[in-house]
DNA sequence: TACAATGTTTTAAG
DNA sequence: CCTTAAAACATTGT
């Protein structure tokens, strides 16, 4: 479910619990969200600690405590923070949560294709300082964009925008608002756009991606209504643009959403 | 019942 | 070594 702006958005759920010291720390594990962590190291180090930011990055995010504790924090297909009272019970899917004086920080997770990182000591964790350059950032170029769909020239523009090590925090419906708005087919390998098109598909990658967080980064609520976002889930969904019924297929192995009329 | 779900990793093939 | 495609992961909802 989370792409760049809803990742944005859970990460914000947790500053109220700023400055406040975790009391306990809840955790199951066996479950799938610690795989290769070390849950013992991790329960020990928070315990006591202060929270003292966050931050996110594409579908990253990284929490910082006192004492020199990381967490890395991914939210996979169907993961949440959210915030319970100080008494909370951690319920079927909260594999992970944080108790503090005034509220409990929780981590949910049905899927269980999210992921919790510990890192201890003085600086930011290797797999944070070792991202790609943000979207909405100066060091995201027109160059570095074009040599990236050069070198995955022949496979489907849709698989090439949902990788994450180019384009973080892009995911399935952002990568087919992105072609909509370009309108260019989602198929299409980048082998095949000319430059006016691949010119397109870049504004428009950053235009989403500020939009996105703009709206649904900032308090969930929906962006534009012109945008296909709005549309491509409803029963006889239609292009917002040109009325005509959207089309929905496989592309890049993800189902995928556009408009056989505007998108070539 | 069977399949799909806003994601990543592993594996295999070219 | 690089790119691409498909399966696997765990659970719920239609």
Redesign the pocket.
Known sequence: ???LA?VEYYRKQWDCGLQNKVQQVHLHPT??IFRRTDTSALSAGLSGATLLGSEAH???MLFRFSGGAWIGL?????GKLRVESSGFEPA??DHFALRQARQTLVFSD????G?VLFHSGKDEPSWWRDLPPRINSTEFTYSLFKEFIR??????IK??L?L?ERFPG?????ADEILWQSNVHPGK??STLNSAESKRIFENTIFVCAEALKTIGKDFSDPPPAWLFQHR?RKGAACPRCEAKLS?T?I????SCWCKKCQR
């Open positions: 479910m989370p792409e809803e479950k799938r594409g579908k990253q991914h939210l996979g297909m169907s079927k899917h049905p899927r269980q294709f992921r070198r995955h020239r022949k496979a489907p698989a090439v949902l994450q892009v995911g399935n419906w952002m390998p980048p889930w929905h496989t890049g192995g993800r189902t």
